[in-house]
């Protein structure tokens, strides 16, 4: 039995029952949860949930795992037969929620953790079947200009699944992926810095294009209310 010795353990019932793998790829997915703290492992656990991960990430960077590395999980379709899968916590909205930085942190380590454990390549997934970590809707596509529709994904039954997110995947490749690369345990300060950087200027970018959108809210309103204002002022003259 592969167990990360950081992680809370919490065995679903399906650890027992599904067949062992050779993991050979690592996949983060995002959960789309809701606001607030989430018990992931209690909604897979419940009986009419048909898939499960190995691992959950909160936002506060606690690791529970809830399937042996060495066991198949489903979450990654034509993947669960050699990937790993990370969940991660993102209050329901991954791209107005960047990984925090103590998820990077553990997962990170937890990255270094499988590399060494079951000897996977601290790269980047270059096929579908291919060695090295990555993320979940990385071989799938999504036409801009609807002219041939979605590409399947053999990782993903969903046309257009894009977990975990454009935000996140940035910062897979700028700060994740690297950290594990170099075999940290954590970031070092310049990791660290980097990360807080990244998170500063997405949350940046975030809190413009909420500003932009209370202006035009506040706009619409002004508007609103000229509208009805005049609308009184043309029934008083029609009054008269």
Avoid at 8 to 14: F, G, H, K
Wanted: proline content about 9%.
């Amino acid at each position: 039995m592969a167990i990360y010795p950081k992680a809370t353990v919490s065995l679903l019932p399906e650890n027992d029952l599904q067949p062992p793998i050779v993991p050979t790829q690592v996949i983060f997915h995002t959960a789309v949860d809701h606001p607030g703290p989430s018990d992931l492992p209690a909604w897979f656990a419940r009986p009419d949930v048909t898939v499960e991960s190995h691992f959950w990430v909160s936002n506060h960077g606690d690791i529970t795992q809830m399937m042996d590395t060495e066991v198949r999980a489903d979450a990654n379709l034509a993947a669960n037969i050699r990937a790993i899968s990370i969940e991660t916590e993102d209050d329901g909205d991954p791209e107005g929620n960047p990984w925090t930085i103590p998820q990077l942190q553990e997962m990170a380590e937890l990255g270094v953790w499988l590399a060494l454990e079951h000897d996977i390549p601290a790269q980047l997934i270059e096929t579908h079947d291919g060695p090295g970590f990555g993320w979940h809707s990385m071989f799938g596509f999504t036409d801009p200009y609807n002219l041939i529709g979605p590409i399947p994904n053999p990782w993903t039954p969903s046309l257009g699944k894009t977990c975990p997110g454009s935000t996140r995947i940035r910062q897979f490749v700028d700060v994740l992926l690297p950290a594990i690369q170099k075999g940290l345990s954590t970031p070092d300060l310049s990791e660290l810095d980097k990360a807080k950087a990244t998170h500063q200027r997405l949350r940046r970018s975030i809190d413009n294009k909420n500003s932009k959108i209370r202006a035009l809210q506040a706009s619409r309103r002004i508007l609103q209310q000229q509208a009805t204002k005049y609308q009184r002022i043309r029934e008083i003259v029609e009054e008269q």
